[in-house]
């Protein structure tokens, strides 16, 4: 490992530091205050080092941050695909610790190794998305998994404790079926690493007329949709979502459904479009078929769900089916490569910022109100009215209505999608838009509820001031990206570039 | 002689298999992974894997193996049955069964490469390897081991506190 090597690693040791030392500082003081602050302004170091690097990249024209020099021990690549998910999986982290400021007081003595567990696990996301070898994604996968399982179970109840158990022992299974896959990409092909993967697989796909080259490398791809569908919350891996949404902390949850989700659909990106780049003509049917599954029974179940967390839990399968679709839009017929790679990327954005608002705006009002029933959401309107039209405009951003950034990022998906002249595609598209529609019942129900009914108590509701400020900015990024999609989207444009040249 | 060698270790490899999930003991059961677990390092050995081997029987074989048994043994009370009673059997022997004629059409199917080079890997080989071209995913589960540690004084010391179910009605499906 030389000092360059260190380099390019160097905001994750940077986190992974900021982690230990969040840790310690609890050690010597109680007040949330003061760890809130250390963790936020820490992360400030990571960001730093990645617009360092980003900075370089950009002035020396990729020549020496490219393909080859960036690359750490054939292991990690620091390109802009990943610098890209760097910046969003710290954007998130930082304003999910923003908004535990009031309810990291519900957890006592533990605060510390709470914001230590959720920078361990944003540690795990940052080596999933620059990972370019199987070994380093599996142990890149259970560094983010394992924190928040141990999460999940924080708080001292039973619902929490079911949460942990199910996120670890449903992970666990989904990491040994996908460890089982890399096991065979290994034994059939000889390596771990991507680029050799794929250059063994492109020789076997040209002998052999079987799909995929081989029964064995379908079965491996299949095993590691299997993990890797768990992590994206896509039906039919989804039985845990709706469980641990529902009893596990809301922030943890928050941080969960899009920083955990964006590093998996950057995992999937990177392993289908670099790894089994050869096999491209076949496996965008198996992740049209997960699209279409996630997206309707993400949907129909969302509909009868009275607790919203538990809503969100089915409201983001839903979302893992319309980002399926761009990631299967894969080329179209006659070869040209579309745009259904930074389409996922854009959608990844537009989503977390709609989807921290709405889990924001749940913490807040949770926290006062003791409950996460809609119901119990009746006149929220006139309790606190900056929450419920944040909560309101994060809902409209969900169903895809203009000028919210998710607008954008639902039709470059489905235009990826039609792009392709897939009659398949056509229908997948079809099935997106339909299930976009059932989305705006259940989505419009909420606002009803707070905006319609008549609040059952009259005592306001209010947060403190970090809380509103991660608030106020998850907001303005909505509208950001609904109004001025440009910037993101040429970003994403670039980002992809790395995909496809190799 | 190889392949009387493969049929003794297949036998207790599978058989132990069988005995884990036949047996109604749990603690039965228990040994009865050690005894299918050990099968499998003998497999290893036959391979001249004998690192392999060694790790097997030294992890699976022993820490495991007492791992599992520990945790019956303290969670073992009057409330939980010693005698357990899988109820979901059939379904389990379907998916068993489907599972590995999927696994044995898959490698029956595959074409194996007979001329690839079979050599059985060099300590010192391995331990270079390890600090050098694996040096990173090492280096990452020294932090995944301080997340299990954290992760289990979290669970460890909750049940200290007075645990109070104030949880809402159950949510429907």
């Not at chain 1, 292991?75 to 969003?88: E, G, M, P, V």
């Not at chain 1, 922030?251 to 990106?269: G, Y």
């Not at chain 1, 839903?318 to 854009?346: C, K, R």
């Not at chain 1, 959401?377 to 606190?384: D, K, N």
Request: charged share 10%.
């Amino acid at each position: 490992m030389t000092a360059y090597d260190l380099y390019l690693v160097s905001p994750l040791l940077a986190l992974a530091g900021l982690a230990m030392m969040v840790i310690i500082v609890d050690l010597l003081t109680r007040r949330t205050g003061l760890l809130v602050g250390v963790a936020f302004v820490g992360l400030a170091a990571p960001a730093a080092l990645s617009a360092w690097q980003l900075a370089e990249l950009v002035s020396t024209g990729e020549s020496r941050l490219s393909a080859q020099g960036s690359v750490v021990l054939h292991t990690l690549s620091i390109d802009r695909f990943s610098l890209f998910f760097n910046f969003l999986i710290l954007a998130a982290a930082g304003l999910v610790i923003l908004v535990s400021t009031d309810y990291s007081r519900r957890m006592e003595r533990l605060q510390g190794e709470f914001f230590g567990l959720l920078l361990l696990s944003a540690t795990g996301m940052m080596l999933l998305v620059s990972a370019t070898e199987l070994i380093t994604m599996y142990i890149a996968l259970e560094l983010t998994t394992l924190p928040l399982a141990a999460m999940a179970a924080f708080l001292p109840n039973g619902r929490s404790s079911e949460a942990g158990m199910k996120f670890l022992i449903i992970g666990a299974l989904s990491s040994a079926l996908m460890l089982y896959g890399m096991a065979l990409i290994y034994g059939f092909t000889g390596s771990t690493r991507l680029d050799e993967i794929a250059a063994a697989l492109s020789a076997g796909a040209s002998a052999g007329a079987f799909p995929f080259g081989s029964m064995a490398v379908l079965l491996a791809i299949v095993l590691l949709l299997a993990g890797f569908g768990f992590k994206m919350s896509a039906a039919p891996f989804q039985m845990w979502v709706p469980d641990v949404y529902e009893g596990a902390p809301t922030p943890m949850v928050a941080f969960l459904s899009v920083a955990s989700k964006a590093a998996a659909f950057a995992l999937v990106l990177r392993v289908f479009y670099v790894g089994f780049d050869a096999l491209g003509g076949d496996w965008w049917v198996l992740l049209a078929g997960l699209a279409a599954l996630s997206m309707t029974i993400g949907n129909l179940v969302a509909i009868a769900q009275r607790n919203i967390k538990r809503l969100f839990g089915y409201s983001t399968i839903a979302h893992a089916g319309y980002i399926l679709v761009g990631v299967a839009a894969v080329a179209s017929v006659d070869g040209t490569a579309t745009f259904g790679p930074s389409s996922v990327l854009f959608y990844l954005a537009a989503y977390t910022a709609a989807n921290l608002t709405a889990f924001f705006a749940i913490v807040c009002i949770g926290n006062r109100i003791n409950s996460d029933e809609i119901a119990d959401y009746s006149g929220m309107l006139r309790r606190a009215p900056f929450l419920a039209i944040a909560l309101g405009l994060a809902l409209i951003a969900l169903i895809g209505v203009p000028p919210t950034g998710l607008f954008f990022a639902k039709i470059y998906v489905f235009a990826a999608a039609i792009n392709t002249g897939e009659s398949l595609m056509t229908w997948l598209v079809i099935i997106g838009v339909v299930n976009s529609a059932v989305s705006a019942y259940y989505y419009l129900r909420i606002i009803k509820v707070m905006f319609l009914q008549t609040p059952i108590h009259t005592e306001r509701v209010g947060a403190s001031w970090p809380v509103n400020v991660a608030l106020g900015i998850a907001t303005l990024a909505i509208l950001w990206l609904g109004v001025a999609p440009t910037p993101l989207l040429g970003a994403a444009e670039r980002a992809v570039s790395v995909l496809s040249g190799g | 002689m190889q392949l009387a060698l493969f049929i003794i270790v297949a036998i207790f490899t599978i058989g132990g298999a069988l005995g884990v999930v036949a047996t109604r003991n749990v603690v039965h059961a228990a040994l009865f992974l050690l005894l299918s677990l050990l099968g499998a390092a003998g497999a290893y050995l036959l391979l001249f894997a004998e690192f392999l081997a060694l790790v097997q029987v030294l992890i699976y074989g022993g820490a495991v193996t007492i791992v599992v048994l520990f945790a019956v043994m303290l969670t073992r009370s009057s409330e939980y049955p010693r005698i357990t009673d899988n109820r979901q059997w059939p379904l389990g022997l379907i998916t068993a069964l489907v599972l590995s004629s999927v696994l044995g059409a898959a490698f029956w199917l595959t074409p194996a490469d007979a001329d690839a080079e079979r050599k059985a890997p060099v300590f010192t080989d391995l331990a270079s390897s390890l600090f050098t071209k694996w040096a990173l995913p090492f280096e990452i589960a020294s932090l995944v081991l301080l997340v299990a540690l954290i992760g289990a004084i979290i669970i460890a010391r909750q049940q200290n506190v007075v645990v109070t179910d104030d949880t809402s009605p159950e949510g429907e499906d």
